[in-house]
């Protein structure tokens, strides 16, 4: 059998502080191999970032103290869920992704949000676009 105390290497691993349960020394794995250089969630916030980027936006959400807009984005997201994602059983993703953007599309140019008067966001930010050129101009 094998013991090893902590520091300790055990077939060229080393011996973990931790106690096993039924009292045995812990190996731990420490092979820099097996990990993935860059998380899932790592990659999209990278890939976020850069599409703000592209767009000349800037990032309002990612950083301590941003609860409110984390909260928009969160309530976003669940109105997204309740009224595509989770009506129905979906065959993959290739029927998601179109589905998406078709409600997308819906969303910004039908349908009625009450936060803007009951008004399609569409024919809000049309109407700011609008009042926003006339101005310069007056000025």
Do not use: C
């Not at 997204?80 to 997308?104: C, F, H, N, P, Q």
């Not at 599309?105 to 399609?120: E, F, G, V």
Request: negative net charge.
């Amino acid at each position: 059998m094998l013991f090893g105390a902590p520091g300790e290497i055990i077939g060229f691993l080393p011996v973990s502080p931790f106690s096993h349960p039924a009292g045995r020394p812990m190996v731990v794995l420490s092979l820099k191999v097996l990990q993935r250089p860059v998380e899932s969630a790592q990659f999209r916030s990278i890939r976020y970032g850069e599409t703000l980027a592209e767009s000349e936006v800037v990032a309002s959400v990612g950083s301590r103290g941003d609860s409110y807009d984390n909260a928009m984005a969160e309530a976003l997201n669940s109105v997204y869920k309740a009224e595509l994602i989770d009506r129905k059983v979906w065959s993959g993703l290739i029927e998601v992704m179109a589905e998406t953007s078709k409600w997308v599309a819906w969303y910004n140019q039908t349908r009625l949000h009450s936060a803007i008067d009951y008004r399609p966001p569409f024919e809000v930010h049309s109407e700011w676009i609008n009042q926003s050129a006339i101005e310069p101009a007056a000025a």
